[in-house]
């Protein structure tokens, strides 16, 4: 038998997750398995003889890149004397500067990489990242996808991810002889609007790196590498591969950055036994040792995997900063289904929002998820404005801005008429003009109309085959009266030719401009230094086009007050009626109540309520107070019966009795949201009964525990309209109105 | 490279920038790709530009970073389709050990590439006698 509340708890979507025990022997494990080996390491003239716990005829092919390449010789005396606590330390410490702390940790070994951050907790290894990663602005990076392959929805998708600020852009393929159109469509869109961004296509490495020497694209990430020699052998590559494919797109003025991520091996089946933090450290030296500026790591596509252990997300912070302390630049996971509860999703999301990273998503899906051919980000496009609250509320700079919804259907629209003009210069099936206005108000490629398949795989076939280029496209732009997007391709294109965005954590600015950890390194030393929101980011982030100006809230519909004062309330004699006491507000300064209720039709309910009792009502107006105890007080002293109703102008409601003091009551209605006419006529009639003495039921009120969220803004600001209307001097009055 | 160059390189050097065909860098306009004195073969990085790059990646010590913007300024000589046949034969089970020295060797013999032939000399080192998974 299993309880109600358990049984709503197991519906929950975190019980979609899976969560697992360790099995250090399948590699299972996040540190410390009982197969991982000692740190440790020994030289001998300058070379690496004995690498954690293997001398070097044992060293197998990772051992030896990494021994020859990655591990700084000079640094590794001083560095692995170090206790791993006292690195871990450092990491912490505003007052070791990020250069002492890149200089020590590039003599480490991979176990003693693993042992070091394995000292640390959540929030210290936030700290030791914002410390840590190279370039002091953060960024972020969109993935742009869909599964129809619509040029135009891909152009429009583009246009509006460099918009919202994402720095890069990745697309990838369904099938892959699209790859030439996709990356021409996320190419155009990318230089759209006002944002400027790189742009790259998922795809097998060889096309891949076709695709950047036709210019089609501008830097590359998946060059992925394995901490077990089985695992890199399975994905078809060695370090020595990798690092050629690596110089050759640097031959070219090309952006690399290559992938890693807990998990993989394991996946993979060639863990070894050995934890997965482990086997990261010696991906990340691999990864350094080839000489790539960066690495997109964080578990990538495996991150169900590690969450299913305990410490799993912490694990995959470890591995970001890892990176990060290697001085690679960091484009730090988020980019797969994490988990089924955004709950847990967003609470995972915080460990590298929070700090900063070089890019705090490695493809932030900005289409709706099922249009997402990566698999599915973590967050997708209908998650956006939440995205940008949470940048609001915590005022950390998540690399991206609200944007409101006109700009971004016209840079939808221009985006996808650029690349229809590109299209019909370049001899491609032609986009259709209702395909131009789909793309720019589709949700997903199910509102894209279908396109003839077969006509535009062989067309970019032919696109390839021909060579044709990024300087075909920027002519085409051009002549097509596109000068602004030729421009821009062509300004980007031409910064290939300085190399400049090769070093470490480049990114463009608009203008295209280049920043990287050269002109912009992280220098944070605790509080008041490191990347700080300067006045016009701040003004961005907070600039949501729904947040509303406070002044606007509740100002009536019309000038003139509807509720006329009359002259001093009088006190009554007849003990058949029952006085309503109205706010100093009501009906003049303010007209509705914060449900939205006019007062005109709030107060003939609650006359028709005391009449259907066959009582009478007298309305008056307090003006000493704003106070909802005060006003029905003062009604209940000028009421013939003694009986009052005592209304504030923003609805909430009371009902005194004459002797009563004045914050006690006999009904109180305190969730003004809550009550509707019906509500209104409800109270008249009980105050009515309680004027002619019979027994009363107290009149149901609606409980609503999302009320005082929903409306305490308003709230406050229709009490303040309230109060500002209080005369300390001025008697209640008699009221009239026109029917 | 001893002088200090100041990053970047487009902001603050373009005077030593050239394209491959030569053009300067101030030059590469877009009237220079629509009029068609200029094209793809100019937007690409020249040796002497990752040469430079090399040296500031250096001075911030980054030396593998460095180290492979030498090797990419060696293979700017390189043609894409040598490029791709080089990166097929370092994949597992691709090439002999013999075959990979022979690669090396044309390496430097044919575009002066020390750098890169020094690191497929490593890989054809990690690389057993005979082929280890012939296909």
Known sequence: MTSKRSLARANRPIHSDTFIHPWPEAGLVLFNSPYDPPASLRLENGRIIELDGKPEREFDALDRFIARHAIDCEAALEAMALEPRELARMLTDINVPRTRLVRLCGGLTPARLMQVVAELNVPEMMIALAKMRTRRTPANQAHVTNRKESPALLAADAAEAAERGFAELETTVGVSRYAPLNALAVLVGSQTGRGTALTQCAVEEALGLRLALLGLTTYAETLSVYGDEGAFRDGDDTPWSKAFLASAYASRGIKVRFTSGTGSEALMGHAGGKSMIYLEARCLLIVKGAGSQGVQNGSISCIALPESLPGGVRAVLAENLLAAMLDLEVASGNDAMASDSDIRKTAKLMLQLLPGTDFIFSGYSVMPREDNLFGGGNFDGEDLDDYNVIQRDMLVDGGLRPVPEEELLAVRRRGALALQAVFDELGLPPIRDEEVEAAVYARSSDDMPDRDVVADLAAAERFLREGRNGADVIRALARRGFRDIAEKIQAVQKLRVSGDYLQTSAMLLPGSRVISAINDPNDYRGPGTGYRLDSERLREICDLPWAGDPRTIGRPASEQPWLRPAGPARRGEDPREVVIAVGPAFGSALDATLRGLPHREVLAALIQGIRDEGLTARVVKVYRSADLGAIGYTGSQLSGSGIAVGIQSKGTTVIHRRGLAPLNNLELFPQAPNLTLESYRAIGRNAARYAKGEPTRPAPVVIDNMARLKYIVHTTILHRREIEQVQAGRDAEEVVWDE | ?135
């Not at chain 2, 902001?11 to 004195?37: F, V, W």
């Not at chain 2, 994949?91 to 750098?115: K, S, V």
């Open chain 2, 1 to 135: 490279m001893s002088e200090l160059l100041s990053y970047p390189l487009s902001e603050n050097h373009p005077d030593r920038l050239r394209t491959p065909s030569g053009l300067r860098y101030e030059d590469l306009t877009l009237e220079a790709l629509t009029e068609g004195r200029a094209g793809m073969e100019d937007l690409r990085v020249t040796a002497a530009a990752l040469r430079m790059q090399a040296g500031i990646a250096r001075a911030a010590g980054r030396r593998q970073l460095a180290e492979n913007l030498e090797r990419a300024a060696e293979l700017t000589q390189v043609p894409e389709q040598e490029i791709l046949e080089i990166y097929e034969a370092l994949r597992p089970g691709r090439a002999t050990r013999d075959q990979l020295e022979q690669l090396a060797a044309r390496l430097e013999r044919d575009y002066g590439a020390l750098r890169t032939a020094a690191l497929i000399r490593e890989a054809a080192e990690a690389t057993p006698e005979t082929r280890a998974d012939p296909d």
